[in-house]
C-alpha cells in the first residue's frame, strides 16, 4: 500500500464518521442561537434594530401566548419592504412576515434541517417546543460551521483542485 493509499483510506473512514454524524446528530448540536421574538404589531424598524443589535438575519413573530406565528427575515425586508417602498417605521411586522413558518424543533436530525433548508430554500429555520414556542433560531451558517468541525483536517487543508482519486478505480473523469 502507498503513501497515498493510507492516506485516502483515513479520508475514507473519517468520512464515514462525517455520515454517521449527519444521520444522528440533532439540531441541539448545532447550537441554535437564542431567537429575538417580537409581537406583530412590532414595526420593521424595531425588528432591523433587534437584529442588528444580535447580528441575527430574522425576528419571530409570537402572539399573546408566546407561540409561533411568523417570521421575517433580511430577504424579507430587501423584498417585502425595501423593493416594495414601504417605510420600515411604519409598516408592522404582521403585513409583511412570512406567516405559519416550517418550525423544527432540537431533538430533529440535522440531515433533515439540511433536507428543509435545501428542498425549501430556508436559509433560517425558527425551533420551537411542543407549544410552538420558540427555543431558538438555526441558519445555513450554524451547519456549514458543524460540518467544518466534522470534517478531517486533511480534506480541509487540501488545496484548490487537488482531488481523491482512487488510482485501481476506473472513473468516467
Not at 425595501?82 to 412576515?97: H, I, K, N, Y
Not at 410552538?132 to 487540501?158: C, H, K, M, Y
Request: glycine share 6%; with cysteine.
Amino acid at each position: 500500500m502507498t503513501e497515498f493509499d493510507d492516506r485516502a483510506q483515513d479520508i475514507e473512514d473519517e468520512l464515514q464518521e462525517v455520515r454517521g454524524a449527519l444521520l444522528d446528530d440533532t439540531i441541539a448540536t448545532l447550537g441554535p442561537a437564542e431567537p429575538i421574538c417580537m409581537a406583530p404589531t412590532a414595526t420593521v424598524e424595531e425588528a432591523i434594530a433587534r437584529m442588528l443589535e444580535r447580528r441575527q438575519a430574522c425576528v419571530l413573530v409570537v402572539d399573546g401566548d408566546g407561540r409561533l406565528t411568523g417570521i421575517l427575515t433580511e430577504r424579507d425586508v430587501l423584498m417585502r419592504v425595501a423593493g416594495a417602498g414601504r417605510e420600515p417605521r411604519r409598516t408592522v411586522l404582521r403585513d409583511v412576515m412570512t406567516p405559519n413558518p416550517e418550525a423544527l424543533t432540537a431533538g430533529h436530525r440535522v440531515a433533515y434541517a439540511v433536507h428543509c433548508m435545501s428542498v425549501a430554500g430556508f436559509r433560517t429555520v425558527p425551533l420551537v417546543d411542543a407549544e410552538r414556542r420558540p427555543i431558538g433560531v438555526v441558519t445555513v451558517s450554524d451547519v456549514i460551521r458543524w460540518l467544518a468541525q466534522l470534517f478531517p483536517e486533511a480534506v480541509l487543508n487540501l488545496p484548490p483542485g487537488d482531488t481523491l482519486k482512487h488510482p485501481h478505480e476506473m472513473d468516467a473523469g
